[in-house]
């Protein structure tokens, strides 16, 4: 789970002296000259991250007050020696260079913290605390055993018990009210770190990785937005309607919104789980994926390495030994960890991981072919210089597992033998609202948490307003509504492994996009020319062919660049997603008119200003 950037926003800067070449000198710097500096920034980088990977790995795994201070320190380092270079590559302005060299600079120049060492130190500690806060974070039921995020999950998952459903989804938020206490902090902290590298807050640097000005940037992902938010509410008004005929008065709310906890997710972040409440009566889901593992007898081993075989049908390489040996698959008993799946690359070469606690079901079956698309990007780009050792943007990392995982199709399930027969055509709408429920509707919540950072970081909401601002944007946004009321005195976005861990969040509305441009390329790719929602690349050689080399480009080019290379396009693009869901689209608004339902709801005017 390397990320310069992130990594960036956790460290404190110590005063080392400077190598010689970086010390300002009177003569106007070569070409050579930075060159070599380049060289050793590339090994000092790989030599920090590597340490802080394993510490940060050792912590995520074994969470206790002394592996948080070690992950802390870590951080420190890495965060103070790239300060102490980005400062130094000052050096090298104005000075022409080929342009994979000026690349290397200005990714170099992508990070900035605070610079000095107190402080420097109190932010990495504040967000290794943050980090182990969400991963010892329990409900405790009454009269039951305390239970960890993977479990609470499960339970919003599978129930279809509304006061159960409520219960948890309280109960887990609570595990975010001591977070309140040291997020201002935390975040003034990173802040103050920017500034001092010339952006004007920490958003601003978050959004200047993507090969355009902040502002293009903010732009683009609200054109998209704009693009498929009415499909987003067609989806939305169908799915209301269902749950009204399943729950009752629980989910009917006079402003069309849906309460939070009905939706099969603690953060109605995607809705897949509850595909059976809104499957139309007359039809089914042919299957459920959950269920063929469990009659499979799959375990959690079992489940990584049908991801694996994926992969390898498609012309890579099976994983080192080491994966196998060193990655965690399920929740260990006895200690503390972060279960939120995640996937490593722990010494920027073949020591890959990952780290999950897998269930057999339908979502973590997902999230396996998910995570190995980061290690297979992982060691696609290990022969690059350790500055392109990445994703040719944060939301290309974030696609290549989910365009793999959309090849699991009827086709593919039964080239496996999961099952005996291709199920009917009647079965295609069933099959793609169930996609829709996970993709189309994270778009809004994808979209939103970072609305909501950015605007922690330029100072619009204050901590006096976290909660009410938070769900000011989800209700806006997502037409989801809290179960119960709220107050400042919680502070639910801290409920939200990507807010404690301070994981920026952009990149997963960025991957919702790419992940269908991907896959179109990659059936493209393989001749396949039917409807693209039953294409499979399984098997296919030159859909493979194609990922690799974009993987292998890692970050050495402008984004956009590799993915003209990839699929023709140069921008990130909704169309190959629409053509994907467009039987469902036609579809939904047929059922919402023949059902008199308006797509909409109303929410509040601002509650920042109504206080
Ligand atoms: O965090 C993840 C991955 C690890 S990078 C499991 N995802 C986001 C989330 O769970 O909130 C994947 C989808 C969105
Ligand atoms: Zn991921």
Not at 95 to 122: H, I, V, W, Y
Not at 148 to 173: A, F, I, K, N
Not at 365 to 379: A, K, P, R
Not at 563 to 577: C, I, N, V, Y
Request: overall charge negative.
């Amino acid at each position: 789970m390397r990320n310069f950037l992130f990594l960036a926003t956790l460290l404190a800067a110590f005063a080392i002296a400077l190598p010689a070449q970086t010390k300002p000198s009177a003569k106007p710097p070569t070409v050579a000259e930075a060159q070599a500096f380049i060289d050793t920034a590339n090994a000092d980088l790989l030599k920090l991250t590597n340490e802080d990977q394993q510490a940060h790995w050792v912590e995520e795994t074994y969470i206790t007050d002394d592996t948080e201070s070690l992950a802390a320190q870590a951080d420190t380092r890495l965060l103070a020696r790239t300060n102490e270079l980005v400062i130094a590559a000052r050096r090298f302005d104005g000075l022409q260079m080929p342009p994979s060299l000026a690349r290397e600079f200005l990714l170099l120049k992508l990070n900035g913290s605070p610079t000095d060492p107190k402080l420097l130190e109190e932010m990495s500690l504040l967000g290794a605390q943050l980090d182990g806060m969400y991963g010892k974070g329990k409900y405790c039921p009454p009269g039951k055993p305390c239970v960890g995020v993977d479990t609470v999950q499960v339970t919003m998952q599978e129930s279809r018990d509304p006061q159960e459903l409520l219960d948890t989804w309280v109960g887990w938020h609570k595990i975010a009210v001591p977070m309140r206490a040291i997020y201002p902090r935390f975040m003034e902290l990173q802040n103050e770190g920017a500034r001092e590298f010339g952006y004007k807050d920490e958003g601003q640097l978050w959004r200047a990785g993507y090969d355009m000005t902040p502002q293009q940037f903010s732009e683009e992902v609200d054109r998209v937005y704009q693009q498929l938010q009415p499909f987003y509410k067609e989806l939305h008004a169908y799915v209301r309607s269902r749950l009204i005929a399943k729950y009752g008065d629980v989910a009917r709310r006079p402003d069309g919104m849906i309460p939070a906890h009905l939706l099969g997710n603690m953060w109605a972040q995607e809705w897949d789980n509850i595909a059976d409440i809104v499957t139309p009566s007359d039809t089914q889901q042919p299957y459920d994926i959950g269920q063929l593992l469990v009659a499979r007898h799959t375990d959690a081993l079992g489940m990584v390495h049908y991801g694996e075989n994926f992969y390898k049908s498609i012309g890579f390489p099976a994983l080192p030994d080491t994966f196998w040996q060193r990655s965690q698959f399920t929740k260990p008993r006895d200690r503390d960890v972060v279960c939120h799946a995640s996937a490593w690359d722990v010494d920027s070469d073949r020591d890959v991981r990952v780290k999950v606690c897998l269930f057999p079901n339908d979502t973590d079956f997902t999230t396996v072919h998910h995570e190995l698309g980061h290690n297979y990007y992982q060691m696609a780009y290990r022969n690059q210089p350790f500055l392109f050792r990445n994703g040719a943007n944060d939301g290309f990392h974030e696609a290549i597992g989910d365009s793999i995982a959309l090849s699991i199709t009827p086709t593919y399930l039964k080239q496996l033998g999961f099952i005996n027969q291709m199920p009917p055509e009647s079965a295609d709408i069933p099959l793609l609202l169930r996609q829709a429920m996970k993709k189309v509707a994270f778009l809004p919540f994808g979209l939103l948490i970072d609305k909501w950072r950015w605007q922690v970081f330029d100072g619009t909401i204050k901590p006096a307003d976290y909660n009410k601002s938070w769900w000011a944007l989800r209700e806006q946004y997502q037409g989801v509504a809290p179960p119960v009321d709220r107050t400042e005195n919680d502070f639910d976005p801290g409920a939200k492994f990507h807010i404690a861990d301070n994981v920026p969040y952009m990149r997963y509305f960025l991957a919702r996009i790419y992940q269908f441009q991907f896959y179109r390329a990659m059936c493209r790719a393989s001749g396949y020319t039917g409807p693209l929602y039953r294409c499979s690349v399984y098997g296919s050689k030159e859909a493979g062919d194609k990922l690799a080399t974009m993987l292998a480009a890692g970050q050495s080019q402008p984004w956009q660049l590799t993915l003209k290379q990839m699929t023709g396009e140069d921008h990130l693009d909704a169309s190959a997603m629409i053509e994907y869901f467009q039987p469902l689209t036609t579809w939904l608004h047929e059922q919402n008119v023949k059902n008199g339902v308006t797509p909409g709801w109303t929410v509040a005017a601002d509650p920042l200003k109504a206080k």
